[in-house]
């Protein structure tokens, strides 16, 4: 009786008795019966039972029967490959289906040479492909690959006939996005043949967002509403990410309501996106109103509203919705760690990275990128060697962006060997990693070395960028290296086609003034493509005192004054120069102006790292808790340099003495 049921309503409990008991043996060698009972099997091993079965009983041989295995194999139960060339292989001639569920076989392992090794055997054994084979096969295509054979497999493609079927130009289309070749992909797609099929569309949108061709992205989706082809969520969640790199607030809005209309299916992810959008553009209210709505929320509904009020700088509002979290990941962490880096706060930045560690959560390379950049900036290097010590022990990954902070901390910390040291250990290095070489040796005092390490990039066919450059001006400056600066400025344009900013003319004035060269640097001023800003005339002013050149400093003082009514360092610099040219009038005359204005200057700024805790203190300051013990300390050290012969210098007193 359990042989006459149909295919249809065989059930396992079916298959389990049949082969469980004595009734296996009184099954007939009828070749539907097998079929009928393939079609039960839902595990590898009730396979591999029944194909044993069919081998006693004679069935295995037939070709018919060893294509149906196979392919059932391939399809209903995804087996694995070894075992899927197993029973190819004993396929006496096997036609297009069975080479396409083989090559797709090897694809869904990744194996894109494997593929095309199958699919030139099959050529070899006449077999012509159809329109699955390519879809097949480059569906496991990585970039590698694509680069290397697709264009000789589009040409394939064409030969056999098959270049306005639209599963194969899909296909197309996908691997020329893999590798870049969005020109390519975009030739496909304008030659398609159904104008109607949205995942032709959703594909070439996913391709630019992949390479980061977001303005292209939205050019499509418009083109594809000009078009009257009614977007997928998919397209929607496509487009959303591009409009949150590109902060489009109209097309979000345009975006949302396909949402708010019902016109596609609502979803958490698809709320994400909206909330993230809106966040990535500013509009925190409009994301807030949304989140708030959501009958569900996740991790990374919760993170896009943090992470949005910290791209608009509000911190406080960032912290209570992180507070609120029901659950925090290491994006959330490391976003909140990040936003205090990016305002200033970077004591802040370094508690949050603590109070991480003591939830348990363990950081990656994103987090303690942002930590390192925070001990930079406070000159912090006990912990920014604890956090070293960190990546090692619980191997973070070590990439060549945390080789770059590691070396601008040490360089920050004043730790140039350590630096260096780093620097000659890393595997891999980028533009970044040299620059940050030029950089700190520069500031470091050590400009002849900052020089060779710039050569020696150059050398290695590395191209530097407008920081780079002026790092190795800043080099030529520390070391005096009048006609080097002159050579690297010259070649910014002619070699590398940088034109130079305000930082860069603001460096070579400073250059050429301490230099001696101050009207060589006035020149350069005068004759510079940029208006000058405060920076280019400050350097000129700093020369002048320098030299005592009193003519140029009040023309240099007056541009700045022009800019800056309110600066205070001005007007005491210029005191400083009637000062030393013992012009007692006229430094009386700035200052009762100075006190008319009420100018103030900002005041200096010193960090000191004392136990892992970085301690700031500016001029005057009696906030510090050991503030009374601090001056003590301080009276103590002056009188000892008094007596060690070290006298203050009286050159710059903005009175007249006597």
Known sequence: MLLRLSPVNLKLSIFKVLFNSTIAESISNDYSQFISILGACKTTDQFKQLYSHSITRGLAPIPTFQKKLFVFWCTRLGGHIDYACKLFVKIPEPDVIVWNNMIKGWSRVDCDKGGVSLYLYMLKEGVIPDSHTFPFL????????????????????????????????????????????????????????????????????????????????????????????FPTSVTLLLVLSACSKVKDKDLCRRVHGYVSDCMVEHSLKLENALVNAYAACGEMDIAVRIFRSMKIRDVISWT???????????????????????????????IMIDGYLKTGCFNESLEIFRE?????????????????????????????????TYIDKNKIKNDVVVGNALIDMYFKCGCSEKAQKVFHEMGQRDKFTWTAMVVG???????????????????????????????????????????????????????????????????????????????????????????????????????????NDEAMAELAAKKILELEPGNGAVYALLCNIYAACERWEDLRELRRMMMDIATKKTPGCSLIEVNGVAHEFVTGDKSHLQSEEIYMELEKLAEESTFAGYLPDTSELLFEPG
């Open 356 to 388: 991480m560690q003591s939830a348990g959560m363990i950081p990656d390379e994103f987090t303690m990128v942002s930590v390192l950049t925070a001990c930079a900036h406070l000159g912090a290097l006990e912990i920014g060697e604890w956090v070293k």
């Open 138 to 229: 480059l569906s496991g295509f990585k970039c590698n690959a694509a680069l290397a054979c697709g264009k000789k497999l589009h040409c394939h493609v064409l030969k056999f006939g098959l270049g306005y079927n639209i599963y194969v130009q899909n296909a197309l289309v996908q691997m020329y996005s893999l590798c870049g070749l969005m020109g390519m992909a975009r030739g496909v797609f304008d030659r398609r043949c159904v104008e109607d099929d949205v995942f032709s569309w959703n594909l070439m949108i996913s391709g630019y967002n992949r390479m980061k061709q977001y303005e292209k992205s939205i050019e499509l989706f418009v083109e594809m509403e000009r078009n009257l082809i």
């Open 304 to 334: 896009s509203i943090v992470k949005g009020y910290v791209e608009i700088g509000n911190l406080e509002l960032a912290r209570t919705y992180f507070d609120q979290m029901p659950v925090r990941d290491r994006i959330s962490w490391t």
């Open 441 to 547: 040796l520069a500031n470091n005092g050590q400009g002849q070395e900052a020089i060779k390490v710039f050569i020696q990039m150059q050398d290695m066919s590395i191209q530097p960028d407008e920081i780079t450059y002026l790092g190795v001006l800043s080099a030529c400056n520390h070391s005096g290296l009048v006609d080097q600066a002159r050579n690297f400025f010259a070649k910014m344009r002619s070699d590398n086609r940088i034109e130079p900013n305000l930082t860069h003319y603001g460096c070579m004035v400073d250059l050429l003034g301490r230099g001696g060269l101050v009207k060589e640097a006035y020149e350069l001023i005068r004759n510079m493509p940029l208006n000058p800003n405060s920076i280019v005339w400050g350097a000129l002013l700093g020369a002048c005192r320098l030299h």
